[in-house]
């Protein structure tokens, strides 16, 4: 990555074909799409790449089981189709999981319907024969997962999904797309829109490090701001006819010997929602809530309420557990920009993704999935390809393009590389993080590995934190420390008990590499608290 400063530059000098306001998921797949077909493209993003939802979704690469329920076959079909593709681009970071499907008596569709309905959403998402789901008995369900209550189990399915790190996805495209060329930073934000013959023809911005205003020229605007789009419909005057409809999601993560579940499971509570167990290294996060949201878009909190919900679902589901508040560890809550439809309750709208396109030529893309991302960008970049009227620009072919030089060909491909990284890590006494780093940084693990070597620490996972903190710094425009603990490395969420360790030392680490004042070092030291008391849900986080 480019520095941050050399960034801001070429935005302040530059002319682009197109601005992407929005650095989350969408936002990337779009800047990479347009990138890689020959537009001259710039995106900004107001906080920290994947700030928003991006990195705070239930972590799946997936087609989405139960909007086959809503018989939304085309959206099934489309972001089941992706999920292969985008393990291919990224092995190493979407990394193949079973699910387990217990079927309850009296609650949700029948063995037979499960069964076609499963059948069916392998058929539409083409997925191989060997990967195929299979149907279990009340037995085998039970062999499967010894936790489950076995009252009014009938049975269950087994079948195909990715997960993934949403945060780091995200970024990995960023990255992918600064090398083709797009120009790209953290930390500005678009505050006014500016046109020519009212046709919108730049942003007014604020560089929120320096606090400096300037303007950026684009022949074409995106806004790819997922909850926030509506905010900046309304700057253009344009949030007319469809309108978003946001939702809250929460997760929260318990530690794994808390909830031992032996793989991810998606089971059902008892007023008909379905949720997901998913055990995540030393951990066990448990996801998600749907509703309604109006409040502080800027500032989205679990709530004690949100977490109950969660843990009564788990105890009614795995009556051994018994899990409580004081279990949890960390928590995140997002919200879903989703499309309003009238008359339509949170978990009933849909997760399709619509493109509007306002008086001024402003193009605003809402909805859609983490999963979806490669085609929606390609919808959008279609779009620009044709008001551009330019001959020479290349058809999408993102497909074929693999995640910053990650380019395994294929799972075992990452197998192989991690056997060879992790005699490595024997050598620092860290093989334990193999794991951890192939999935995070993929072949930029040996970058870490030489910086590791540099690092004098006696103690080795405090030495690796630090060589973490160094690459991240240098190659991934880390800020502040939250965008180092939440977005690079997902500690905040993951490894709670390590980060309390090591926060002090990577604190002062970044006051000299930032060359943060003693003022600079309390503010962070005071957001990385707030921060850690959010997520361990404190008991001021109650619905207000
Ligand atoms: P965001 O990630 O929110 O990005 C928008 C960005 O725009 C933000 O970072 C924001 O800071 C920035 N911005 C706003 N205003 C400005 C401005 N004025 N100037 C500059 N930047 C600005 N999908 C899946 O496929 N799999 C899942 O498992 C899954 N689970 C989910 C679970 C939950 C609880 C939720 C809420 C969603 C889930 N989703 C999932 C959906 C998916 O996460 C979202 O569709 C996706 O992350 C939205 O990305 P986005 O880029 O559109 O929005």
């Known amino acids: ?41 710039a995106l900004i993003e107001k906080n920290d790449f994947a700030w928003g939802t991006s990195s705070r979704s239930t972590k799946l690469i997936h087609g989405g089981l139960r909007y086959l329920k809503q018989l939304e076959f085309g959206l099934v079909k489309e972001v089941g189709s992706e999920r292969a593709i985008v393990h291919k681009l990224a092995p190493h970071l979407v990394v193949a999981e079973k699910m387990l499907l217990p079927l309850k008596e009296g609650r949700g569709f029948g063995t037979l319907l499960t069964s076609f309905g499963l059948k069916l959403y392998d058929w539409l998402a083409g997925v191989k024969e060997a990967d195929q789901r299979k149907m279990l008995t009340r037995h085998q369900t039970l062999r499967h997962e010894p936790l489950l209550k076995p009252v009014g189990i009938k049975g269950g399915g087994l079948y195909a999904e990715y997960r993934t790190d949403d945060a780091r996805l995200t970024l990995e ?24 013959h009212e046709k919108v023809s730049g942003v007014t911005v604020t560089d929120q490090v320096t606090q400096r205003s300037f303007p950026i020229q684009a022949n074409q605007i995106v806004n790819a701001t997922g909850p926030w789009v509506d905010q900046l419909r309304e700057k253009d005057k344009s949030k007319t006819g469809k309108t978003l409809h946001l939702t809250k999601g929460v997760h929260i993560v318990v530690p794994r010997e808390k909830l ?39 500032h989205v909190v679990t709530t004690q309420e949100d977490a109950n919900y969660l843990i009564d679902a788990v105890n009614d589901s795995f009556p051994a557990v018994k899990l409580s508040l004081n279990d949890v560890e960390s928590s995140w809550a997002g919200l ?4 309003h439809e009238e008359g339509k309750s949170a978990s009933e709208l849909s997760r399709k993704d619509e493109i509007f396109v306002s008086h001024s030529g402003l193009l605003s893309i809402a909805g859609g999935k983490l999963t979806g991302y490669r085609k929606m960008a390609e919808r959008v970049v279609d779009m620009l390809a044709e008001r551009s009227e330019r001959d020479d620009l290349l058809e999408c072919f993102t497909d074929k393009i693999s995640l910053n030089k990650n380019n395994f060909n294929n799972a075992d491909a990452v197998s192989e590389f991690k056997q060879k990284i992790s005699a490595q890590l024997a050598s620092f006494n860290l093989a ?41 710094v240098i190659n991934e425009m880390v800020i502040s420390a939250l ?34 004042d003693a003022t600079q070092l309390q503010a962070e030291q005071e957001k990385l608290e707030q921060a850690i008391r959010e997520a361990r849900i404190a008991p001021l986080n109650s619905s207000p």
Request: charged share 20%; with cysteine.
């Open 336 to 339: 879903r920009p989703l499309i």
């Open 432 to 472: 334990a993080y193999t794991d951890y780093l192939i999935e995070n940084y993929g072949r930029q693990t040996e970058e870490i590995i030489r910086l590791l070597a540099a690092c004098s620490d006696a103690d080795s996972s405090m030495r690796l934190v630090r060589a973490e903190l160094k690459f991240t």
């Open 1 to 41: 990555m480019n520095s941050r400063t050399e960034c801001i530059k070429k935005l302040v000098s530059g002319s682009f074909d197109v601005l992407i306001i929005g650095g989350g998921i969408t936002g990337a797949g779009i800047a990479l799409d347009a990138a890689s077909r020959g537009l001259k493209t």
């Open 260 to 298: 031992p579940v032996q793989q991810s499971i998606y089971f059902d509570v008892p007023d008909g929602r379905m949720i997901f167990a998913i055990p995540r290294g030393r951990t066990t996060y448990i996801g998600t809530t749907d509703t309604d949201y109006v409040q502080d878009i800027d």
């Open 483 to 516: 965008d180092f603990f939440i977005r690079r490395t997902g500690m905040l969420f993951f490894d709670m008990p390590r980060l309390l360790l090591v926060k002090d030392v990577i604190l002062t680490d970044m006051k000299s590499l930032m060359h943060w």
């Open 173 to 196: 495209i960023i990255k992918t797309a600064i090398s083709y060329g797009a120009v790209i930073s953290n930390y500005v934000e678009a505050n006014a829109f500016q046109y020519t």
